[in-house]
């Protein structure tokens, strides 16, 4: 097979798993099976989930205090097997292009990505969910699935330059990777229901906040923080700054929108922009539901890689396109 073929093979299933990964990291943090196993990389000690009799009596002595729930190891561990095959494909990327002397800068960048994810990974069972960590590993996955998606503009033909101002591109794109970190820092401090209503909090466009606490990030290590460790007012206030955000993203990118409205992207563009907000006023309106909750992740990172295709298709691409060291093709 031709060496550039299979590597764009190999990103192709990387990017799709990928995905995959995004969407299991958000079910089992949604679904609170973040601490389903209390150990890392392995369940109680085990390779997978303790099921029967023999294994969660042992599974138990090794960890008192810490009954096995299945229902909620096996998102987790199901998790971590996706994780680590994306890794694997992420270090065979690097050295599929190192072997065929292609540019390694994105290659490098994957792997290291993968390795800081594996870490946060483990960190986020040993520390217990600290917030801190919870919101780096999510940035960190989306993180890679840009990456990775930049990596395939990179390899496909030249899709075209887009005629919209640059400055105004990049702002939204500063703008939704913002806004996906405060809702990352919503989730990870279980914040995405302190105001049961919408438009209003508590039936109030100015409720009671607690902005100190609710962005404190030098919380404590230590306590478990599965359910949260802050108090209703510092909650509001991370929601009401996630509303406020979803506004600015939305006037942002609908701006960008505006300037493509003469193309099918631009069409596209908005009609995920409005999906999202439909999501998100969903999960307030209807207690949050699993599904809805999980999809408005999906759509963040769906919304993220079109605001990045457009950066990307600004101009020439600045990552050199498949080559060799010595400039040969």
Sequence with gaps: MNPTRLLRRVVYAALALASVVVVL???TRLADAGLGCPDW???????GVPESDEQIRLAEARYPGIPVEPAKAWPEMVHRYFATGLGI????????????????????TLAALVIVQGAFGAWTVTLKLWPQVVTAHLLGGFATLSVLWW????????IGVIAVPK???QLALVAVVLQIAVGGWVTSNYAALACPDFPTCHGQFIPTMDFERGFDFAQTIGPNYLGGQLDSDARVAIQVVHRLGAVIVFVVVGLLVFHLRSRPFGWALGSVLCIQWVLG?????FDLP???AVLHNAGGAVLLLMVLTVNVALGPNQEPQMQNRNHSR
């Design 41 to 47: 990389p392995g369940c109680y000690g085990m390779l």
């Design 281 to 285: 006023i969903s999960n307030v309106l």
């Design 167 to 169: 400055k105004w591109a």
């Design 151 to 158: 990596y395939v503009l990179s390899l496909r033909p030249a």
């Design 89 to 108: 494909l992420c270090l065979g990327i690097l050295a599929l292009a190192w072997s065929k002397g292609q540019r390694l800068f994105i290659p490098f």
């Design 25 to 27: 990291g958000a079910y």
């Design 290 to 292: 699993l599904l809805v």
